[in-house]
Structure formats: structure tokens, C-alpha cells
């Protein structure tokens, strides 16, 4: 049985082609994602630090009430 040298030749090229554009594909798709990873965490304590000021801000408003102290309720006063 004889092969034909150019088909296999294209065959054997074409497999390398897709496994090429395969992994280029998927090593770019890494390095994109890793980019967006190491973008959130500074963006999570960006977002700590506003919501506690927020909640900060809400406890000094004038009217508020500080969990941390017993209302006179729980003192037994009426």
C-alpha cells in the first residue's frame, strides 16, 4: 500500500496547525484571566475600605444608634 507523500505531508501539517493555534489560544486565554484575577483584589479592598467608611459615616450621623450600646428597653427601664 503506497501513500501519497502530499496528503500525507498535508494532513501531518494540518494537525500540527490546530494544535498550534490550540495552545496559543488557550495560553493567551490564561494570561488575559490571570490579568482580570490580579485586578480584583485590589478592587475588593477598594471596596472594603468605601463600605466601611460608609457604615462608619452612618453611625455618626446625627440620630443613630450605636449597636454596641443596650437601649433602655433592654435596662428595664420603661
Do not use: I, Q
Not at 500525507?8 to 496547525?17: K, Q, S
Not at 490564561?30 to 459615616?57: D, E, F, I, N
Request: aromatic residues 6%; contains cysteine.
Amino acid at each position: 500500500m503506497r501513500f501519497n507523500t502530499s496528503s500525507v505531508a498535508t494532513l501531518v501539517l494540518t494537525a500540527f496547525a490546530a494544535a498550534s493555534l490550540f495552545l496559543l489560544l488557550a495560553e493567551h486565554r490564561a494570561h488575559s484571566l490571570g490579568l482580570w484575577l490580579l485586578m480584583l483584589v485590589p478592587l475588593c479592598l477598594v471596596l472594603l475600605y468605601l463600605a466601611s467608611t460608609h457604615a462608619r459615616s452612618d453611625l455618626d450621623a446625627p440620630g443613630s444608634v450605636d449597636p454596641a450600646t443596650p437601649s433602655d428597653k433592654k435596662k428595664g427601664h420603661p
